[in-house]
């Protein structure tokens, strides 16, 4: 679950946005580095939390138990509202806009197929946990595979060049300023790398979540 809540399809629609915005190769790897110890950061913090309170809720339990059920409550409902269905839209177009290249599906059909691929798993999760999990291990598999994929082609038919990171530090002219280059990849960044801390939500049905969870 940690797998498939991580590598969801935001890992395909931010790196070439990173790359151009950063201009540099050495920026882009710095920015990947720093936003790869901050999700590990994030994720044994939360792990800890999940165990010291193992109940289902994940960040509005540790919120209502640090500062009170009042911001747990203005939380709870901000995730319901802005954040979760956000985050949901967001990959759900991007996914709709890949799928929408393959079978060649006009613009205006994206939002559709978003649409219907949202209701369809949000219907199999609501249906039995059974065929959520099935759902999750299979996506999961199709992702890593996915990635693993562009790697070995990439690889085995030499597409990449050297002189693509060349000048390694330097950044390319007309470039944004620096910082707001900077602001603009980490976010991108954080957007590849979250999720970890939904796995916390499920401490609470955890048998072990001391061990499993941690």
Known sequence: MVVGEVIAVGIFLTPAGMAATLASPFWLILVWCIMGFMAMCGALTFGELAARFPQTGGLYIY?????????????????????????????ALGMAGYAGYLLDLPPEKHRVLAVSVILLLGSANALHSRLSSLLAQSLTSVKLGLILFIVLWGLSL?????????PFVARREHSQPLAAALAAALVAGFFSFGGWWDT?????EAKNPGSNVL
Do not use: C, H, Q
């Open 63 to 91: 919120l209502r138990e640090a500062y009170g059920p009042g911001l747990g409550f203005l939380y709870g409902w901000m995730s319901l509202l802005v954040l979760d269905p956000g985050i949901t839209a967001a990959l």
């Open 200 to 204: 916390s939500k499920l401490a609470g």
């Open 158 to 166: 030499g597409l990449g060049d050297w002189s693509n990171l060349s």
